[in-house]
Structures are given as C-alpha cells and as structure tokens.
C-alpha cells in the first residue's frame, strides 16, 4: 500500500506538467500606442492572416478588429500615417506599409466611446495624409467627411453629442474635381427613433442616418449613389436602326 502511494506521488508532478502544456497558432507579433488609441497586431499562422486589433483606453470601451491575408510571410509594419481632431472627433489613419492596407479609425473623446474602422487597400504613396472636406451638424448630429487622397476614398463620418457613444463610419470612392457640400435633404422622427437624410452632393452619394434620443445611443449610416447618376452609368441599348429599301446609285427612275 505504501508502494502504491509513493508511485502516485511521484506521477502526480509528471501528470500536471502534461495538463500544463499548450499550443497556440495566434500570436501577438506588434503593438502600437497613438495616445488613448492602442493597436495591436495579431497573427494567424495556421490561415496565414494579420489581424488588426483596436481599442480605446477609457472604462465601458469595446474593441473592433480586422483582418487580411499575409503577402509577405508574416511580417507588418503598422504606424500611424494620417490624423485628424476637431471639437470630440478623433480620426487617425493606421498604414501597414508591408501589406499595402490602411485602416481609417474614428472615435469620440468621451468616457465609454469604442472605435470604428474601416480598412482598404492602399498603395505606396507618398499623399497618405487625410483632410476634413466638410462639416455638417443637425440637432446633437455631428457629420464630417473625410478624404484620403492615398486611396481616393470619402468618409462619412457620424456622431451624436451623448456620452458613451461611438461613431459611425462609411466609406466610398471620392470623386475628384467635383465640387458640392453635405445638406440634410428630409428628416423623420417617429417616437425615440430619428432618421435624417443627408446628401454628398460632390460625391452623389444619399445617406440615411439613424439613432435614438436616449443617453450612450450611437448613430447607424447607409449610403447609397443617387439614383440619378447611377442609372446615367448603366449601358444603354443599341438604337434600332432604321430600315430603307435598297436602292442601287444611279438607278432608273421611276415612272
């Protein structure tokens, strides 16, 4: 009996250090901090994917994340590129130089804010700075476009004056040399529930923006071309040419 005690014992360690054993194919492979923005890059290595992590450094906050396909091994060179502040909006463009993809986050400087991304591929450009083409504000609605030059994209931008909230973003191609601001154009309100339309007149794009009159609400954006130009870019049907009888040059008169 005593046998059968001291073989226990002395398996026991062997045991815990076998349940003590793990393998993981994510890792943590980079880390960036612009001020309360913290990004951090994690690996993939079975499906070869980078994954971009973000969040804000206050209390009540959530993180967002994106990913992409690696194109060369597993390395990235993430760093800031492009920011922009005005009144409680925060906009920083993030650049992964190695992958050719650029990720544009937004938040607002208020307890309990998360952040908003939307990331595209970009090019190696030398115009990766961003610049705020507009300003709009409709009651405790702030929107701001955004362009990024590199990747010529326009970004709406949508945020509501509350604590606790976080913006909305969208992006679309920015079309150069056309000039026009951004109008509310109809608004509803039905109970908590408010909707506004706000039109990009320079870029013929249509948004519909919704949110709630309650405290921590955060605003929701769907755009959409204008109807208008996008049917002018559908292909027209071929006119049907008109028939007319054969007549050989210099033919008889007739009578």
């Not at 409680?88 to 050719?100: E, G, M, P, T």
């Not at 948004?207 to 109807?227: A, H, M």
């Not at 130009?229 to 040059?249: F, H």
């Amino acid at each position: 009996m005593k046998r059968l005690f001291v073989f226990l014992l002395i398996g026991l360690p062997l045991n815990c250090l076998a349940a003590d054993y793990q393998s993981t194919l994510l890792v943590q492979t980079g880390k960036l901090r612009e001020s309360d923005l913290i990004v951090r890059t994690i690996t993939d290595l079975e499906d070869s994917k980078i994954c971009l992590a973000f969040y804000v450094r206050t209390t009540g906050t959530s993180p967002v994340m994106s990913c992409y396909q690696a194109t060369s091994g597993y390395r990235s060179n993430i760093s800031q590129v492009g920011h922009f502040k005005e009144g409680q909006l925060v906009v920083r463009k993030i650049k992964d130089s190695v992958n050719n993809v650029s990720c544009l986050v937004a938040y607002v400087s208020t307890p309990g804010t998360s952040p908003v991304i939307n990331c595209y591929e970009s090019k190696m450009s030398t115009k990766d700075e961003i610049v705020s083409s507009g300003h709009l504000r409709e009651g405790d609605l702030d929107i701001y476009r955004i362009v990024d030059q590199d990747s010529t994209k326009s970004c709406l931008i949508a945020y509501v004056s509350t604590g606790g909230t976080a913006p909305s973003l969208t992006c679309y191609t920015n079309q150069s040399g056309v000039k026009g601001g951004m109008v509310q154009d109809s608004y509803l309100r039905e109970g908590d529930l408010i909707v506004r339309k706000i039109v990009d007149q320079g870029n013929s794009q249509n948004c519909l923006i919704t949110y709630v009159s309650t405290e921590g609400t955060s605003p929701y954006i769907f755009c959409s071309e204008n109807k208008y130009v996008a049917e002018s870019k559908k292909p027209q049907p071929e006119s049907a040419t008109e028939w007319k009888p054969y007549s050989p040059a210099g033919g008889a008169k007739t009578k």
